[in-house]
Antibody
Framework: QVQLVESGGGLVKPGGSLRLSCAASGFTFSDYYMTWIRQAPGKGLEWVSYVSGSGSHTNYADSVKGRVTISRDNAKKSIYLQMNSLRAEDTAVYYC????????WGQGTLLTVSS | QSVLTQPPSASGTPGQRVTISCSGINSNIRSDTLNWYQQLPGTAPKLLIYNNNQRPSGVPDRFSGSKSGTSASLAISGLQSEDEADYYCAAWDDRLNGPVFGGGTKLTVL
């Protein structure tokens, strides 16, 4: 069965960096775009970034563009989100999801940016 | 501010039929890409409806989606207590070349 497991969240100071990971299993990973979506505490869902199956095509929301880099390792069936220059407003649960329409989601990992 | 607009709350009694709207579907939104997600308290979102009105396997037929013009709706018939959740619409925006979400609707079963 399809499984997505995020990791790497934690408490980071403003201006700091962090890398989130998402490990996939149960499907042909390289065939699918993968996406990061976040949810600030008590708020709605916000798309962050996606990466194509080969890793050659990426896109980012304006709110994170220039501060975030998405990547993937198909051999490890994983995607990553390198986040730099973190701000308080980046505090959220970060979900990875499989290809629009996002038929599978992970359980999420919480990133808190606070001094 | 979300591109797609949903009412912040909705409610119904067990057995009732409720609908949740999603408006603001403009020309940037790719046709037939309107999806709905259910998020139960403390859990990750789950795909409920895709491509306007298609149900993934395992989703009860009590849930249905429709789209007309610049709005879409999620209908839940035979409302049950376990339907109490947050519901989000989403669609593909060709101008952003990415997905956009509605702000979410909290459904309360009275």
């Amino acid at each position: 069965q399809v499984q997505l497991v995020e990791s790497g969240g934690g408490l980071v100071k403003p201006g700091g960096s962090l890398r989130l990971s998402c490990a996939a299993s149960g499907f042909t990973f390289s065939d699918y775009y993968m996406t990061w979506i976040r949810q600030a505490p008590g708020k709605g869902l916000e798309w962050v970034s996606y990466v194509s199956g080969s890793g050659s095509h990426t896109n980012y929301a304006d709110s994170v563009k220039g501060r975030v880099t998405i990547s993937r390792d198909n051999a490890k069936k994983s995607i990553y989100l390198q986040m730099n220059s973190l701000r308080a407003e980046d505090t959220a649960v970060y979900y990875c999801a499989r290809s629009f329409p996002f038929d599978y989601w992970g359980q999420g990992t919480l990133l808190t940016v606070s001094s | 501010q979300s591109v797609l607009t949903q009412p912040p709350s909705a409610s119904g009694t067990p057995g009732q039929r409720v609908t949740i709207s999603c408006s603001g579907i403009n020309s940037n939104i790719r046709s037939d890409t309107l999806n709905w997600y259910q998020q139960l308290p403390g859990t990750a979102p789950k795909l409920l409806i895709y491509n306007n009105n298609q149900r993934p396997s395992g989703v009860p037929d009590r849930f249905s989606g429709s789209k007309s013009g610049t709005s879409a709706s999620l209908a839940i018939s035979g409302l049950q207590s376990e339907d109490e959740a947050d519901y989000y619409c989403a669609a593909w925006d060709d101008r952003l070349n990415g997905p956009v979400f509605g702000g979410g609707t909290k459904l309360t079963v009275l």
